[in-house]
């Protein structure tokens, strides 16, 4: 299995980016993948994952200091997983990585993931 993301840049505050994850030796019809961030002296946390095993059909989850500004979505056809990132803040500034996963879902404050491979991640900053 490969992880490539890519697409990080810098961009104002209030502006937007569209991450890419291609996922290379595992179908996304079978497993779910996740986006993840660590911001500077922070511990890497869950962003979203979407999951089509199972019976999920493409469900979502996202962490609730994303909602309402993050999407992700996903290509299956071209192995390919995106998060759009719209209303950024400068607090979203972090390195961005891609996770090919075992299980993804929420317990009401936080994702809950199982990752299998990680991406080497992208990096994003938010400033003026």
């Known amino acids: 299995v490969q992880v490539v993301e890519s697409g990080g840049g810098q961009v104002q505050p209030g502006g937007s980016l569209n991450l890419s994850c291609v996922i290379s030796?595992?179908?996304?019809?079978?497993?779910?993948v996740g986006w993840f961030r660590q911001a500077p002296g922070k511990e890497r946390e869950g962003v979203s994952c979407?999951?089509?095993?199972?019976?999920?059909?493409?469900?979502?989850y996202s962490a609730d200091s994303v909602k309402g500004r993050f999407t992700i979505s996903s290509d299956n056809a071209k192995k390919t997983v995106y998060l759009q990132m719209n209303s950024l803040k400068p607090e979203d500034t972090g390195v961005y990585y891609c996770?090919?996963?075992?299980?993804?879902?929420?317990?009401?404050?936080?994702?809950?993931?199982?990752?299998?491979?990680w991406g080497k991640g992208t990096l994003v900053t938010v400033s003026s």
């Open positions: 996770a090919a996963l075992f299980y993804c879902s929420h317990d009401g404050s936080q994702l809950i993931t199982d990752v299998d491979f």
């Open positions: 030796g595992r179908s996304l019809d079978d497993y779910p």
């Open positions: 979407i999951s089509y095993g199972d019976g999920r059909n493409g469900r979502r």
